[in-house]
């Protein structure tokens, strides 16, 4: 594909976290190689990896290099959580790349890379040689668990705050370097921390805070300018004051909502740029670590409705983000953070705005994306890093670690790839995190207990059925009339009813989370078959789902798949086109 300008790779959440890294502990030495590695406990509850990040980030690097690809975004969450021991790996390998094949970084912050202006203690288990697993920590106040074999305080596992922590990860374009054709922040060209300062207040509005903001424009190469913004928001605690870690409110759950609220002065900056970018002929991109726009495909409601305020949905901009970044200029912002890959649009009066999801490569669907970008249009690439071959030694010492501890590892070790890999893990998080955190207990019992038959079923039944209700609905669920009526229906679709009674409604609930991750790409791990029985009880619920009452379970399962349908129906989001005049998309 040729492209006016040089192309670029974008990644997203690498998380990378440096096995061989300094933490302060011996860890563990397998076939002469001695790793600080994450317990293996660790991975089977969080919603990433650990210990991979190390190889894929290599991988991926590898990957664009292999490409002639010169110019990489690092969309935020470079880091595992922004520890003095991981920046100084991460700082080690961009510079290799730099060195080796002329690769020139532009990073914005994530919230795990930085911690407003004091920086925070960061507290990490490591595994050891005596097969448990030791606590290291930069906080001298912290106690070990009964588990830890052992307590270690070490300054290499705290994170910095501003500025150390934009300048730790070396020269990734958060100061200005001389190639650079054309470089400034909100406040002007100088690159100097003093010079980027700027007021927060409290909620109550009593306590003032003086921090740093890093976002900057730059000009890589001529014509094309990259709206690097730095979406962090530390929000002072009413009635705290100085640097300590509780005076700061976390950034996580604020991201462009805070935005609009307390840093109104990028929106002007931004304005400002788009501006200048018509009058001169430049074209435009921007990025930032949070979405933008609901990356969910209009299912905000839906899910709110069915499970209530999940952690995701915490994170979600109101529409007046969009309608903010359209007045502005923006068209197209590039994020990361939600570890989803997803193309969202919102149009107004005014214009267009695109926000392009990139998925993490710890998570699934574990991808980067390229940019080809020309003046009036932009083609999109996702390429997935599920070929990666895992390590053999890591994945021995984490079926020792499951076998000593009892600790279920679901096909996570069985996995042939990296790809599978992360596929199993999200499955396994299904049951072992989601469905006990966020779901319902009744909807969580059904699905743990039900079969993709008995959903279907519900969606015949014509009372409605109490979602509390688990212990008569098999009864209700075994009438001979209603059997007869699934039987003429699955026929009807062609499907086979022997393979609709081996499918589980965890299966399901399973590739639903793959497709609301994943989108386009998670599609690539749902069989045919599978994908074909989803559409037939979609298509159930969907026939009843205006007369279903309020709060009943039909209602609830028909919301589920009318998510479902949506996650599947969505914009673009593997390779695609947009036409930045028109604000027209389509596949490429």
Not at 380 to 396: H, K, N, R
Not at 545 to 564: C, D, L, N, R, Y
Request: hydrophobic share 40%.
């Amino acid at each position: 594909m040729t492209s006016e300008f040089p192309p670029i790779a974008v990644i997203a959440d690498a998380h990378f976290h440096d096995i061989f890294g300094d933490y302060g502990t011996a860890g563990v030495t397998v076939n002469n190689r001695a790793m600080a590695l994450r317990p293996f406990a660790n991975t089977v509850r969080s919603t990433r990896v650990f210990n991979e990040s190390f190889a894929a980030l290599r991988y991926a690097l590898e990957d664009i290099a292999g490409q002639g690809i010169r110019h990489v975004v690092l969309l935020g969450d470079y880091s595992d959580d922004g520890q003095t021991a991981t920046m100084t790996g991460l700082r080690a390998l961009l510079n290799d790349y730099t060195r080796r094949h002329g690769m020139q970084f532009y990073a914005v912050p994530g919230n795990h890379d930085i911690f407003g202006p004091g920086g925070r203690h960061r507290s990490k288990r490591f595994l050891n040689a005596r097969g448990g697993h030791d606590l290291v920590t930069s906080n001298p106040a912290r106690e070990a668990s009964p588990d830890d074999d052992a307590l270690i305080v070490n300054e290499n596992l705290r994170c910095a705050g501003y500025p150390l922590g934009l300048q730790s990860p070396g020269d990734v374009g958060f100061f200005r370097k001389p190639q650079y054709l054309h470089w400034e922040t909100p406040f002007g060209v100088a690159d100097h921390p003093s010079a980027r300062q700027f007021e927060i207040r409290s909620p109550d509005g009593l306590t003032v805070r003086t921090l740093m903001d890093g976002s900057y424009l730059v000009e890589p190469f001529e014509d094309l300018w990259m709206l690097m913004i730095d979406a962090n928001v530390f929000v002072p605690v009413t009635g705290h004051t100085g640097d300590a870690e509780e005076a700061i409110t976390d950034s996580t759950d604020a991201g462009w909502n805070a935005m609009l609220i307390h840093k109104r002065f990028i929106l002007d900056w931004i304005q400002s740029v788009t501006d200048r970018a018509r009058k001169l002929g430049k074209t435009v991109v921007a990025f930032s670590h949070y979405p933008a726009l609901d990356p969910l495909d209009g299912t905000r409601n839906d899910e709110l409705s069915v499970l209530g305020q999940t952690s995701l949905l915490g994170r979600i901009p109101e529409v007046d983000v969009g309608d903010a970044l359209i007045d502005a200029g923006v068209r197209v912002h590039f994020s990361g953070h939600l570890h989803i890959n997803d193309t969202a649009c919102y149009r107004n009066s005014n214009g267009f705005l695109f926000n392009v999801s990139v998925p993490s490569l710890v998570a699934f669907p574990g991808a980067y994306k390229i940019l080809h970008i020309q003046p009036n249009s932009l083609d999109i690439e996702t390429v997935s890093i599920g070929d990666m071959t895992l390590d053999a030694d890591i994945l021995s010492l984490y079926a020792d670690e499951a076998e000593r501890n009892k600790i279920n590892p679901g096909n996570l070790l069985n996995a042939a790839n990296y790809g599978e890999f992360l596929s199993s893990h999200l499955a396994h998080l299904i049951g072992r995190r989601f469905l006990r955190r966020e779901w319902p207990q009744d909807l969580a019992e059904a699905m743990k207990n039900l079969g993709l038959l008995d959903l279907a079923a519900i969606a015949l039944v014509e009372p409605p059925v109490s979602c509390g209700a688990l212990p008569d609905l098999k009864a209700v669920l075994a009438d001979g009339e209603i059997q007869r009526r699934l039987t003429i229906s699955a026929v009807e679709y062609g499907l086979d009813m022997d393979f609709l009674s081996r499918t589980e409604a965890m299966t399901f609930l399973r590739d639903w989370y793959r497709v609301r991750m994943g989108s386009d790409l998670g599609l690539d791990a749902i069989s045919g078959p599978h994908l074909a029985a989803y559409k037939w009880v979609s298509d159930l619920y969907a026939r009843r789902i205006e007369v279903m009452e309020t709060g009943s379970m039909q209602e609830a399962f028909g919301k589920i798949f009318q998510m479902f349908d949506r996650f599947m129906s969505g914009l673009p989001s593997r390779n695609f086109a947009i036409d930045l005049t028109t604000g027209k998309i389509h596949p490429s």
